[in-house]
């Protein structure tokens, strides 16, 4: 099925550890961007990337790092994980960066607690 | 700081009335205005957009009004069906980066 694919859907963490949150997409999208949820507050930008091999900051880009080595992946990394990065991890795609407003296409989330 | 703010949590609206869910922005350079639909344990479904050169976008039963004065937008849905009960998304843009309201909920009373 054509879509953003996010995995894994649920993560429990140490304080410290690092991780990756995998995104994947088959739509030939070249638009991707990493988005958190927390209670209480909207979406909020992390990263995003126009196109493979590039990369750029969003609102909350601190203690993550992405990049873009394909089209179709755009993994998360979390470099030493703390409590504040319990969160919902939202990717999302769309066709360019034009297009993004006439809507992205949202995987379904990965939910992670760091304990 | 919210830049894009939906100050309802929550509306009940009978079948076949109409919803209105409203949204307020404070950044004067968002030049698209987007609506999403949010299930639980799932990701943002697009719903409908809006340019700012615009003043209202109509999509069957879903129409969306900008007040760039006011710095309102807001999205009607006529008539109300149970099936449209969700969490509504509003997100605004400006370049590269869209910013999101914290939702509203929206129950269509059967």
């Known amino acids: 099925n054509a879509g953003v694919t996010q995995t894994p859907k649920f993560q429990v963490l140490k304080t410290g550890q690092s991780m990756t949150l995998q995104c994947a997409q088959d739509?030939?999208?070249?638009?991707m961007s990493w988005y958190r949820q927390d209670p209480g507050m909207g979406l909020r930008l992390i990263h995003y990337s126009v196109g493979a091999g590039i990369t750029d900051q969003g609102e909350v880009p601190n203690g993550y790092n992405v990049s873009r080595s394909t089209t179709e992946d755009f993994p998360l990394r979390l470099l030493s994980a703390a409590p504040s990065q319990t969160s919902v991890y939202f990717c999302?795609?769309?066709?360019?960066?034009?297009?993004?407003?006439?809507?992205?296409?949202f995987g379904s989330g990965t939910r992670l607690t760091v304990v | 700081d919210q830049q894009v703010k939906q100050n309802s949590p929550s509306l009940s609206v009978q079948e076949g009335r109409i919803s209105i869910l409203n949204c307020d922005y404070t950044?004067?350079?968002?030049?698209?205005f987007l609506w999403y639909k949010k299930y639980p344990a799932e990701g943002p479904t697009f719903l409908i957009s809006i340019s700012s050169i615009k003043d209202k976008n109509e999509d069957g039963r879903f129409t969306v009004f900008l007040n760039k004065s006011a710095k309102h937008l807001s999205l009607h849905i006529v008539p109300s069906q149970p099936g449209d009960s969700s969490v509504y998304l509003c997100a605004a843009s400006a370049g590269n980066q869209f910013y999101f309201g914290t939702g509203t909920s929206l129950t269509v009373i059967p």
């Open positions: 999302a795609s769309s066709y360019s960066i034009s297009a993004i407003n006439y809507g992205y296409t």
């Open positions: 739509m030939n999208h070249e638009y």
């Open positions: 950044n004067s350079m968002f030049d698209y």
